[in-house]
């Protein structure tokens, strides 16, 4: 079972930037496409990117694009979420989360997700 645990959230002011963390408890951290998804009260969780195995792919959701970066780091077994140019409509719980099989662009915002982490408050003031 892969353990995944978030760092890095906080308050921020509009247009500020935040890096988000996520450390896993697995060597095979490297065998996982890693995404990063968001939840505001009385939604549903949404998708925000995602990053292949080997990190040389990644995909957005426009609303980020340009904004936010999705890396990895597979010797220290951790993915980031840059979050540059904050806006209020960012505020949200971020969930990083983790699953095996392909990177299929197409597929890439709706395939299911296997591991997730415990989420993490990110709020931007305006």
């Known amino acids: 079972q892969v353990q995944l645990l978030e760092s890095g959230g906080g308050l921020v002011q509009a247009g500020g930037s935040l890096r988000l963390s996520c450390a896993a408890s697995e060597r095979t951290f490297s065998s996982y496409v890693m995404g990063w998804f968001r939840q505001t009260p009385g939604k549903e969780r949404e998708f925000v990117a995602a990053?292949?195995?080997?990190?040389?792919?990644?995909y957005y959701i426009d609303s980020v694009k340009g904004r936010f970066t999705i890396s990895r780091d597979n010797a220290k077994n951790t993915v980031y979420l840059q979050l540059n140019s904050l806006k209020p409509e960012d505020t949200a719980v971020y969930f990083c989360?983790?699953?095996?099989?392909?990177?299929?662009?197409?597929?890439?915002?709706?395939?299911?997700?296997?591991?997730w982490g415990q989420g993490i408050q990110v709020t931007v003031s305006s």
């Open positions: 989360a983790g699953r095996g099989g392909l990177f299929i662009k197409d597929r890439v915002p709706t395939t299911p997700y296997d591991y």
């Open positions: 990053i292949s195995k080997a990190g040389g792919s990644t």
